[in-house]
Each structure stands twice: as C-alpha cells, then as structure tokens.
C-alpha cells in the first residue's frame, strides 16, 4: 500500500500554500519544532495504544516532488517559481522523535516531537496525523475488544466494512497490534505478517443440495482446518446435526463451527451441549456478528459457550466512536542559537498547548513494575529515581499523589537525525507481545469500560511554570 507508493502529495492543499509562502518570506531555514499529540480517549476509556509509526516513517523516507507534482503546482499559478525548483531537489533533513508503537499513550504527550526547518517539519503535519490518528484509533478499539474476550482469540473480520483499501490493510495491523490473533485480511497477511484467518461464507452451503454435502466437501478440501458455518437455515435443528454427522466421519474430527447470527447466548449453550453428547468436547465454537467488546462482554456474563470470536464493521470502523483526536501544533521555534518557546493559547482550556521542546517520562513501581504515572517535561530536564515524587491529576488540579520507590523511563526514542532514519523497524509480533505486557503493567483500574481510573499525566514544575508564565504575559 503505502511502502508502494509516493504519497507526497497527500496533504491538505493549505500546507503547501503554507510552504511557499515560508519559502517567500525567507523563513524556509528557520528551525521550527511540531508536537503530535490527541486529546481524548477514545469512549473515554481509561488508555489508548500508540500505532502507526511505521507507516510515518515509510512515507518520510520516501518524501519527494516528482516532475508531475510540480507541473500539478505550477498550473495553480500561485507558487513562486523558486519554490518549485526547490521542491524539484527536496530532501528531508529533520529530526523526529516519537513513541514506540504498541505503548499505551495519554491525552496532552507529544507522541512525536519533530525538529528542522519549519518548511518541512509543518509539510508533514497531515500524513501524520493521517496515519497515527487512523491506526491509534483502531489499535485501541482492538485492545478493548480483546480485553472484553477475556483470554478468547479475536479475529479481526472487518474488510469489506472498512472506508477504503488503505484503512482495511492498516486496520488489520493496528487490529493485530491491539491484540487480534490474526485478520481476513489476505494482504495485511503478505506485507506485515499478520496472519490471515477465515471459515467460510453463507454462499458455500447454499451452493449444495444440502448442508451436510457442504460440509462434507468442505472438510475433504481442508481436513484439518475447517471451521463450518452453521446458520445457514437452522443453527440447532439442521446446521450443528450436519456438522456432527461430518465430524464423526474424520479421523481425527476437526476444528469446529461458526455461528453468525440469532441470541448468541441461547444458541452457543445450546451448540456446546449437541457437540458434547455425540462426543465432540474439543470442538470450538465461532461466534461472528456485528460485535463488540459491549456485547461480548454481555454474552459471556450470561454464561455463553465461546471459544473465539471474530469481530468485524465495529472494530475495523471503530464505529462507536471513529475519530481519535489527535493535533499538530507548533511548540517552539530557534532563533540565533536560542530556542524560543510558543504556545497556543484558547478560550477553551483543552486546547491550550504546552510549549518548549519536551520529552516524556513514565514512572513505574519498582516491586510491581506497574505504571504510576507520566511526567511531559522540557527536554533539558531530568527526573529522580527512587526518590519521593508528587504527581498532580491532570483534571483537578488540586488532587495529587506521593509516589515512592518508583523508576523513570523515557517514552520517546529517536527515529530520524537529520532526515536519516535511526531506527530499527521492531517484528510487528515483537510489537504486539509489547503492547500487551504493557497493558499488563497497568492497574485493572485503569482498563474499565465504564469510568476507568484517571491516569496522572502531570506537566514538570519548570513546565507548569513556563506555560503559566506565557498565559499570564498573553492577558
């Protein structure tokens, strides 16, 4: 998808106008600094999962005009002519710092900092936001979805309900990232490594005279694999009866069925108590249809009989809620050697931005090595470790905590130098197992569906200070 492409050009028309109006006014060198950041949580749970990086870097290392591009810009007849031979010789030259993918990430930290020549570092702003903002959002609902599961494998089935071609193959990696066992998705498969998983469709048994033919040809093509689609006409009086009928004559009887759709509940007790008594204990029951973490959450408090599911439109949509906010903002700018912070300042207090060039630390207990809390500080600063530290509630103020016996890492980790990249693509396996573990490391408070903890994300006193110090001289 992306890797196959030069998406330079997939930007909103306003950060070019913006380019060469820089370019113009002489501004092009000036050192600008960019922090992405969101600000809310997604249905307003307790974390969201950093996803995507991979992509932004893909498409940093491949940023160029080509000759078609400035033939585009030049028949606007508003760009200076200097600034399309400029574009014709572009090269990336900025430093990018960012957030490892599959890190649980918090509303207000810059997920990616980028520093360099205000030209380039603004260009950018869109495919980034395109591309963390998308997969961020899904790689959260996946994470919540999973964790609804409660230990069963979640396949992610949402393909043919996803808004276009790019959203269903990086839905498939953030689905993955957030925890799925695997996708439909056949090219997410062949270009991360995702695996590809599937059953069958309504279409296969309506092409037989009857059902337990389907099944019968199904299981001869794929003896050791297959999992029969059994609601079809009638999940408990012909689908599961044909599908014993055919798992009795295997040898070793295989797999097991997928239900997609009526009362999940009365129909997988039903399922498991059928498959039980002809003998067919390990055979595992898919439940597929327009699910949930709500809804699996629901089914299996009623006690419903599922080993796996597979979750498609509301988890490859997010369709609860399918837009993650996040912003591009600029937080400073160099000025004969000395950086000069800007800030954004808003009747609306959510939307005042942080300035400086920062950084952020995560606090972890020492014993437990759960998260504690994070601290967004200015990037000359360092924090204690093991020593007392108190870290205030970002939504009242007023309310702080005295952590103790804690250690400090830094969240973000240097991807470009100069326009050249620095870092090493992890296995998105590897990513996976990470986000995963840090999910564990976070307190179950943390990770309700309904009124989650609120995690402390505080701003460094020599932060707080600067920021308060640029409200008051704005008055």
């Not at 932004?56 to 400035?70: P, R, S």
């Not at 033939?71 to 990336?92: G, Q, T």
């Not at 296995?427 to 999910?439: G, T, V």
Request: glycine fraction near 6%.
């Amino acid at each position: 998808m992306i890797e196959k492409l030069n998406l330079t050009m997939l930007t909103d028309y306003y950060e070019i106008t913006m380019a060469n109006g820089y370019f113009t006014a002489g501004m092009a060198d000036e050192i600008g600094y960019f922090d992405m950041f969101f600000r809310k949580i997604p249905e307003d749970g307790g974390y969201a999962i950093m996803a995507g990086l991979e992509q932004v870097i893909e498409y940093l290392k491949k940023l160029e005009f080509t000759e078609e591009d400035i033939e585009f810009l030049r028949s606007k007849k508003i760009f200076n002519e200097e600034f399309l031979k400029y574009l014709a010789d572009f090269r990336f030259a900025c430093d990018v710092w960012a957030v490892p993918e599959g890190t649980p990430i918090f509303p207000g930290e810059p997920l990616i900092t980028v520093r360099g020549p205000v030209m380039q570092a603004q260009f950018i702003e869109t495919m980034i936001l395109l591309l963390i903002n998308h997969q961020s959002l899904i790689a959260t609902k996946a994470s919540r979805i999973v964790r609804a599961a409660e230990g069963r494998p979640v396949m992610e089935f949402g393909t043919r309900r996803a808004h276009g071609t790019a959203a269903a193959v990086y839905g498939a990696r953030a689905s993955f990232i957030g925890g799925c066992a695997g996708t439909a998705c056949t090219i997410a498969d062949e270009d991360f490594g995702t695996p590809a998983l599937g059953t069958m469709a309504h279409s296969w048994v309506q092409m037989f005279d009857n059902e337990y033919e389907a099944f019968k040809a199904y299981t001869e093509i794929y003896p050791t694999n297959a999992t029969l689609l059994v609601d079809t006409y009638n999940v408990l009086k012909s689908g599961i009866p044909a599908a014993i009928k055919v798992f009795k004559e295997l040898d070793p009887p295989v797999k097991g069925i997928r239900i997609d759709s009526g009362d999940i509940a009365y129909l997988t007790k039903n399922a498991r108590k059928m498959l039980d008594e002809a003998g067919l204990t390990d055979c595992k029951i898919v439940i597929s249809n327009s699910l949930d973490e709500h809804i699996i959450h629901d089914v299996i408090s009623e006690g419903a009989c599922i080993d796996s599911f597979g979750v498609g439109e509301k988890l490859i949509t997010s369709k609860s809620e399918p837009v993650f906010g996040g912003v591009y903002k600029l937080s400073a700018l160099e000025k004969d050697g000395q950086m000069i912070p800007k800030i954004k300042i808003s009747e609306n207090t959510e939307k005042i931005t942080n300035p400086g060039f920062k950084k952020i630390f995560r606090f972890f207990d020492k014993d437990t090595d759960r998260l504690l809390g994070d601290v967004i500080a200015l990037r000359d600063e360092e924090m204690p470790s093991g020593e007392e530290y108190e870290i205030f509630d970002p939504n009242h103020v007023w309310k702080k905590k005295k952590i103790t016996n804690f250690y400090v890492k830094e969240l973000q980790e240097p991807i470009f130098k100069s326009g050249e990249c620095v870092y090493e693509f992890p296995d998105i396996r590897d990513i996976k197992a990470y986000c995963l573990q840090q999910q564990d490391r976070m307190w179950d408070e943390m990770k309700r569906f309904e009124n989650p903890q609120t995690y402390y994300v505080d701003l460094s006193h020599k932060l707080w200070s600067l920021k308060n110090e640029m409200i008051e001289a704005a008055k």
